[in-house]
């Protein structure tokens, strides 16, 4: 049997100790900690512009110790532009906390600009981890991975930190022998028992493909936590096998584990029947845990799965609190109602910032109900208004917009005029399935030719040329790419 332990929610830093800068200017009018923060920053900036040479290391390390945990980036900045470049170079506790802030805020380049002025960055791991997990943070795996080796090169020694963070990365690459190698590593160094370092192999396994090795890892866990349940059940959802997260969560129970939000959303995300959904939703509301945002949010995306509309809808307005991924459920639910883009402009009213994934739903919307020309307002908005890059995925809606409206060429010159999207199955199949719908033979050869190559296993694009060929009574061409299919073994 597994011993109980206290579930980790956080990671703790030792805590700096306050400097007497800091102690000075507290005053009684001062309400909040961000305003007692930009109060000090404020007096250090007169304090420097008067000519005092500010050279407390304390102070400076004390500060950005506070906007870590403020999540104050900008106060950050100022606070950077006013330490000495000699202490920045010399003193390892500054520069890590300044580098530490910005990777943990998104500012990798400035993060990498102070690592690379550090002069002594061999003599701990902590630098090396927050920019790991910067890089990690930000999708850049590939980066996140490379450092983790530069590391490994350097002769750094990693601690249990570096680990989950490199193991995250490696998920994020999809590479079980990169994993592998790492995991070797969590062997040399004596780390295989600690259960932050395993959780996150099984993790890793999950997301590389392994479901066999994550189980293998989760079973040797000998004091599980929390997460070592919640890692194994997310690893059977991402492979589809509901039955082995259920049986995983039902011996949590037995361990006298109690689900959380985290486990609950992992079962709402998997093929749940309506049944097991609605036990989930009976469960939630008994523990009175039902407007946690991360389970409100799964259960309206569940209700919309199984075409339960007004469950979701119900659900969405009695919400207290809203995030970005609650309004991305509504619209999504309803991408084939006009009521999609209602919720979009309620969104806008209400100030949340739209994100890519909102974006996609809504241009979603516009190509299943052929609002062509709000579909290319809401592209040009996203692009223009809240400078969101469009990924292959808002293309292939563009392309499905066009090409559903029978605007072929339209939809043909956007694959042509993006490089990036020559290797892009999505956005030819949605070009392919246009061919398809308005009898384009021109465009659909060349798509499908293109498909055949990005996909030669998918019978699916073969089909569709066939059936335009049919539907133009060219009888040699069907017979033709009926033949292709045989050879490579796709039909009889």
């Keep these: 049997s597994h011993n109980r332990q206290t579930p980790r929610t956080s990671l703790s830093f030792p805590k700096s100790s306050p400097t007497p800068?800091?102690?000075?200017?507290?005053?009684?009018?001062?309400e909040t900690?961000?305003?007692?923060?930009?109060?000090?920053?404020n007096d250090l900036e007169a304090s420097v512009k008067n000519g005092v040479n500010v050279i407390d290391t304390g102070t400076f390390s004390s500060l950005?110790?506070?906007?870590?945990?403020?999540?104050?980036?900008?106060?950050?900045?100022?606070?950077?532009?006013?330490?000495?470049?000699?202490?920045?170079?010399?003193?390892?506790?500054?520069?890590?906390?300044?580098?530490?802030?910005?990777?943990?805020?998104?500012?990798?380049?400035?993060?990498?600009?102070?690592?690379d002025h550090m002069s002594r960055r061999d003599k701990s791991a902590f630098v090396w981890n927050s920019l790991i997990s910067g890089y990690a943070d930000l999708g850049r795996y590939e980066d996140a991975v490379a450092l983790y080796f530069q590391m490994e090169e350097e002769g750094v020694?990693?601690?249990?930190?570096?680990?989950?963070?490199?193991?995250?990365?490696?998920?994020?690459?999809?590479?079980?022998?990169?994993?592998?190698?790492?995991?070797?590593?969590?062997?040399r160094y004596g780390f295989l028992n600690d259960v932050f370092v395993q959780n996150a192999l099984v993790g890793m396994y999950a997301k590389c493909g392994d479901i066999v090795k994550a189980r293998k890892v989760f079973d040797k866990?000998?004091?599980?936590?929390?997460?070592?349940?919640?890692?194994m059940i997310a690893a059977y959802i991402h492979h589809g096998i509901l039955a082995e997260a259920i049986d995983v969560l039902l011996h949590m129970l037995e361990a006298g584990f109690e689900p959380?939000?985290?486990?609950?959303?992992?079962?709402?995300?998997?093929?749940?029947?309506?049944?097991?959904?609605?036990?989930?939703h009976g469960w939630v509301l008994r523990r009175g845990v039902q407007w946690s945002l991360l389970i409100a949010n799964s259960l309206i995306a569940f209700y919309s799965y199984h075409g339960k509309l007004d469950q979701a809808c119900w659900l969405f307005s009695h919400m207290p609190g809203k995030d970005v991924v609650s309004w991305n459920s509504i619209i999504s639910a309803h991408c084939k109602r006009p009521k999609a883009l209602t919720y979009f402009q309620q969104m806008q009213?209400?100030?949340?910032?739209?994100?890519?994934?909102?974006?996609?739903?809504?241009?979603?919307?516009?190509?299943?109900?052929?609002?062509?020309?709000?579909?290319e307002h809401f592209f040009s908005l996203m692009r223009e208004e809240y400078e969101i890059v469009p990924n292959e995925e808002h293309y292939a809606c563009m392309?499905?917009?066009?090409?559903?409206?029978?605007?072929?060429?339209?939809?043909?010159?956007?694959?042509?005029r993006k490089v990036e999207l020559e290797a892009d199955p999505a956005v030819w199949g949605a070009l392919l399935y246009a061919s398809y719908l308005h009898n384009n033979i021109d465009i659909g050869e060349v798509a499908a030719q293109k498909l055949f190559e990005l996909e030669p296993d998918n019978g699916h694009n073969f089909e569709l040329l066939m059936k335009i060929y049919e539907s133009l009574g060219r009888t040699d061409d069907m017979e033709t790419v009926r033949k292709m299919m045989v050879d490579r073994g796709l039909g009889s």
Excluded at 66 to 80: D, K, Q, V, Y
Excluded at 265 to 280: F, M, P, T, V, Y
């Design 33 to 41: 900690k961000l305003q007692a923060l930009d109060a000090v920053v």
């Design 64 to 115: 950005l110790e506070t906007c870590f945990r403020l999540h104050a980036i900008n106060h950050g900045i100022r606070i950077h532009r006013l330490i000495p470049p000699k202490i920045l170079r010399k003193n390892v506790g500054v520069a890590s906390k300044l580098l530490r802030l910005y990777a943990s805020n998104g500012r990798i380049e400035e993060a990498h600009q102070v690592f």
């Design 157 to 187: 020694e990693p601690d249990r930190f570096t680990f989950p963070r490199a193991l995250k990365a490696c998920g994020g690459i999809g590479s079980i022998h990169v994993g592998e190698e790492i995991h070797r590593h969590v062997v």
């Design 221 to 231: 866990i000998v004091s599980m936590d929390l997460v070592s349940w919640n890692s």
């Design 21 to 30: 800068l800091l102690l000075t200017n507290q005053k009684p009018q001062i």
């Design 260 to 280: 959380d939000e985290i486990t609950l959303s992992s079962i709402l995300k998997g093929d749940s029947s309506l049944r097991l959904g609605g036990q989930i």
């Design 399 to 416: 392309v499905n917009l066009y090409g559903r409206a029978g605007l072929i060429d339209k939809a043909y010159e956007i694959v042509t």
């Design 349 to 375: 009213q209400e100030s949340i910032q739209p994100d890519s994934v909102t974006f996609l739903s809504v241009l979603s919307a516009c190509a299943n109900l052929g609002f062509v020309s709000a579909g």
